[in-house]
């Protein structure tokens, strides 16, 4: 069985609730939030499904920050990577869910198959560096704007993922 890693950094405590939920979805995934993982612990992973919000303007979530200069100096050759990200795309419907895309141009050419694009259908945002070829690169979810939506598309995009 190919062992499962969510790993996310929340703030105020949005992206831990989705998380949190997205592991009851995936059984025995195993939880652990950023500020905990050490290379050996994200390495120990088959797969790893990653959760960051977006904060400012584009930036990546605090506790992301210093995980992302652990994450680079791992081996993510052959591990099947999927990511979710929170934003506002009303409040800054230029650079919704940035955060998830420079997460994924972090880790993109490590030799890793990411699963998990999302269409961006259904969203009302004017840029996001989180799309790539006409979708998201994971899941982009607004908890502040369309928090009724966030158990249905986390429902949905869990049935995309092949592990």
Not at 101 to 107: A, D, N, Q, V
């Amino acid at each position: 069985m190919k062992k499962i890693g969510i790993f996310y950094g929340s703030s105020v405590g949005n992206t831990r609730f989705v998380a949190e939920k997205l592991a009851d979805l995936i059984p025995n995934s195993i939880l652990t939030p950023v500020e905990k993982a050490s290379q050996e612990i994200i390495e120990s992973f088959d797969i790893l499904i990653l959760g960051t919000s977006t904060w400012g303007v584009g930036n990546l979530q605090d506790d992301f920050e210093s995980f992302v200069d652990t994450l680079v100096t791992c081996n993510l050759n052959g591990k099947t990577i999927a990511l979710f990200g929170l934003g506002d795309q009303f409040t800054y419907p230029d650079t919704y869910c940035n955060g998830m895309g420079k997460l994924f141009e972090l880790i993109k050419d490590k030799g890793s198959n990411f699963i998990g694009s999302w269409p961006i259908d259904e969203y009302d945002f004017s840029e996001s560096i989180a799309v790539v070829d006409g979708e998201f690169v994971g899941l982009a979810l607004d908890e502040d704007n369309e928090p009724d939506l966030t158990d249905y598309r986390l429902t949905e995009w869990v049935k995309t993922l092949k592990f």
